[in-house]
């Protein structure tokens, strides 16, 4: 499903950098919890078998957990080094 839905988000994110001639440090990406309109949506348009949506709500409502946040200050701390900032 990360393809079909957000795997052209670097694509867009680089070219849209270039084309504006911003830096493009990178991205970090962690599954995460929906919000009550996206989850909706994802249940109507992307997963709307029950049993499948189950275990997929059961997966995603997991996350963010530590070792996700964790992941993401490493993230941070890199693209800080990279853009010539300390992180504190």
Known sequence: MYEEWAGRCVESFERTSQEKEIGFLGYFSCQGAPSPPIEAFI?????????EWEEYVAEV??????????????FT??????????AA
């Open 61 to 74: 409502r997991k996350n963010p957990n530590e070792e996700d946040m964790g992941k993401a200050r490493g």
């Open 43 to 51: 249940h109507s348009v992307i997963v709307p078998d029950e049993e």
């Open 77 to 86: 701390r890199a693209v800080l080094a990279r853009s010539g900032l300390a």
